[in-house]
């Protein structure tokens, strides 16, 4: 299966960093940061106006993320979801970031 057969799984979202970064390491020394992102803006959907919010969890792996992270700051992530499974019951979809930028915040 050649990269064109694979389908786009891309996504940029902006929003407010809601929770207190967690980080850990990876066995590979890895830092993993995970937080959540919370989204609001307004969308057109069939020609009008549509108030949209949503909450998402970030995963951030590397260090060259971690000056943009912190609880409060506006941001904008670039990445890939996928499926996140716990305890083999609860599935969620987890944004994957591969490139975070900070925001002046709109106040």
């Given at each position: 299966?050649?990269d064109?057969?694979?389908?786009a ?5 902006s929003g407010?960093v809601?929770s207190?970064p ?5 066995p590979?020394?890895?830092i993993?940061t995970?937080f959540t992102?919370?989204?609001e803006?307004i969308?057109?959907e069939?020609?009008n ?5 949503c909450?998402i969890?970030v995963?951030?792996c590397?260090d060259?993320?971690q ?9 904008e992530?670039?990445?890939f979801l996928?499926?996140?499974?716990r ?5 969620r979809?987890?944004l ?10 709109q106040?």
């Amino acid at each position: 299966m050649n990269d064109s057969d694979k389908g786009a799984n891309r996504l940029t979202l902006s929003g407010e960093v809601i929770s207190d970064p967690k980080k850990r390491t990876s066995p590979a020394g890895i830092i993993i940061t995970r937080f959540t992102l919370e989204h609001e803006s307004i969308q057109q959907e069939a020609g009008n106006d549509k108030k949209v919010n949503c909450r998402i969890v970030v995963v951030a792996c590397g260090d060259e993320f971690q000056q943009h992270i912190g609880k409060g700051k506006a941001i904008e992530v670039q990445g890939f979801l996928s499926y996140e499974s716990r305890d083999k019951i609860e599935t969620r979809l987890v944004l994957h970031a591969q490139h975070i930028k900070e925001l002046k915040h709109q106040d």
